[in-house]
T-cell receptor, first 111, second 114 residues
Framework: QKEVEQDPGPLSVPEGAIVSLNCTYS??????FMWYRQYSRKGPELLMY????GNKEDGRFTAQVDKSSKYISLFIRDSQPSDSATYLC???????????FGTGTRLTIIP | DTEVTQTPKHLVMGMTNKKSLKCEQH?????MYWYKQKAKKPPELMFV???????INESVPSRFSPECPNSSLLNLHLHALQPEDSALYLC?????????????FGPGTRLTVL
């Protein structure tokens, strides 16, 4: 079993829809949770960063962490064609320099 | 300045060549990372430098040689690569203050080995 599981998609939704992206993990030591957006042939861009459990909102993006279920989510409201990209979840344990990535979900927003 | 820069953007090299990739950040970050990313896969960690000292080497072949000349610069020296080493090479940095590991990535160098 992988430490971090993420549905690779592809996921296609119409413009304006709410998008839900998810990751599950098995390592209970993970405390730091990140979502990266990666456009084709570009480097990953940090979207959201959350410590431990709870919600964090930034504009159209909301990140949720449920440590009891070992489940994290990223919600995108009012999705735009420019949101079309691969979304990677990543997480790390306290004091650990190493990030563990999910496989990434390819998202396409259809105009 | 809140970005990580990488040069060159593209690199094509033969298996007998020696080349170097360069990464620079001016955010005062004290940890810097090299990752390798193949198509449709997540980044794979290669090396971590913390306070200019190599802290993690993920069993990377010796044909890849990292160097951290100062706190802002990170190099990756390449020698006698194989075609399977063709990939996007990403540099990242993070603050290392407290337990933070919020990593910021550069745009990458797309390497092709012929």
């Amino acid at each position: 079993q992988k430490e971090v599981e993420q549905d690779p998609g592809p996921l296609s939704v119409p413009e304006g829809a709410i998008v839900s992206l998810n990751c599950t993990y098995s390592n209970s030591a993970f405390q730091y949770f990140m979502w990266y957006r990666q456009y084709s042939r570009k480097g990953p861009e940090l979207l959201m960063y959350t410590y431990s459990s709870g919600n964090k909102e930034d504009g159209r993006f909301t990140a949720q962490v449920d440590k009891s279920s070992k489940y994290i989510s990223l919600f995108i409201r009012d999705s735009q064609p420019s949101d079309s990209a691969t979304y990677l979840c990543a997480m790390s344990a306290e004091g650990n320099e190493k990030l563990t990535f999910g496989t990434g979900t390819r998202l396409t927003i259809i105009p | 300045d809140t970005e990580v820069t990488q040069t060159p953007k593209h690199l094509v090299m033969g298996m007998t060549n020696k080349k170097s990739l360069k990464c620079e950040q001016h955010m005062g970050h004290r940890a810097m990372y090299w990752y390798k990313q193949k198509a449709k896969k997540p980044p794979e960690l290669m090396f971590v430098y913390s306070y200019e000292k190599l802290s993690i080497n993920e069993s990377v072949p010796s044909r890849f040689s990292p160097e951290c000349p100062n706190s802002s610069l990170l190099n990756l020296h390449l020698h006698a690569l194989q075609p399977e080493d063709s990939a996007l090479y990403l540099c990242a940095s993070s603050t290392r203050q407290g337990a933070y590991n919020e990593q910021f990535f550069g745009p990458g160098t797309r390497l092709t080995v012929l």
